[in-house]
């Protein structure tokens, strides 16, 4: 009878210790209420980035806010980012990649002719300026280091190669020996394009008024600047 007792008594404090212990390990692989569990951290992330950007600029927003707006734990964005600014380069790298997405298909390889189709790169040029303002500012306004974010670099060389493609197609119209350097004029024409687009052509009601629109304004410039080297428009 006690040898009885002693098994039963033992096999109740096994019995018990197992359970606990079971009980703990599935405690602890339990996820915590409110852990991250997100199908796209990163799509959820940019998305994020882009509304701050939009309605706050791209320097006023926090790491843990666009995470917040995301729907995640503030830890949750270091999956994918170191900080707030590598989050901004991978929204400009996005837009980048867009934006020469954009100038390809409205350059159409310089069909009817080059003159025809650089017009019409000009408007698109403008066209995603106005439609992606997130990812123009993020682009342009970031105040970003390239050189420290090489994904981001290759995209705007990219999209900068796409306006390099167009340019050399309408140099190339002109007689030998009058040619302009291509590298020249595209920076000339990046740098009026950009210009006409944040001053004038901008979708977040940023940009100032004129009497003219952005596009009859890049036009007249490029008339006026492209028929000085030369080059038929």
């Not at 033992?10 to 339990?30: E, G, Q, R």
């Not at 997100?38 to 882009?50: E, M, S, T, V």
């Not at 830890?75 to 990649?97: S, T």
């Not at 590298?183 to 210009?195: D, F, N, Q």
Request: aromatic residues 10%; glycine residues 8%; proline residues 5%.
């Amino acid at each position: 009878e006690v040898y009885s007792r002693a098994t039963i008594t033992a096999t109740i404090l096994w019995t018990t210790y197992d359970v606990h212990v079971k009980t703990l390990y599935m405690n602890w692989h339990k996820k915590p209420r409110g852990s991250y569990h997100h199908g796209n951290l990163r799509k959820a992330l940019i998305d994020a980035a882009l509304d701050l950007i939009g309605s706050k600029g791209t320097g006023g927003f926090t790491f843990a806010e666009a995470a917040r707006h995301a729907g995640v734990s503030p830890a949750a964005p270091y999956r994918h980012y170191k900080d707030r600014e590598a989050l901004v380069a991978d929204v400009a790298g996005q837009g980048y990649r867009a934006f020469s997405a954009a100038l390809t298909k409205a350059w159409n390889d310089g069909k009817p002719d080059p003159a025809t189709a650089f017009k019409r790169t000009g408007e698109a040029y403008l066209a995603f300026a106005r439609r992606e303002p997130a990812y123009y500012s993020a682009m342009f306004e970031s105040g970003l280091n390239v050189a420290t974010y090489p994904d981001m670099r290759i995209a705007a060389d990219e999209a900068f190669d796409t306006l390099k493609v167009a340019v050399a197609a309408l140099v190339a119209t002109a007689p030998d020996g009058q040619r302009p350097p291509v590298l020249m004029v595209s920076l000339h024409i990046w740098a009026v394009s950009h210009g006409i687009a944040s001053l004038f052509g901008r979708g977040d009601g940023a940009g100032f008024k004129q009497p003219i629109s952005a596009e009859e304004l890049l036009e007249s410039h490029m008339l006026v600047y492209l028929r000085g080297l030369g080059l038929t428009i």
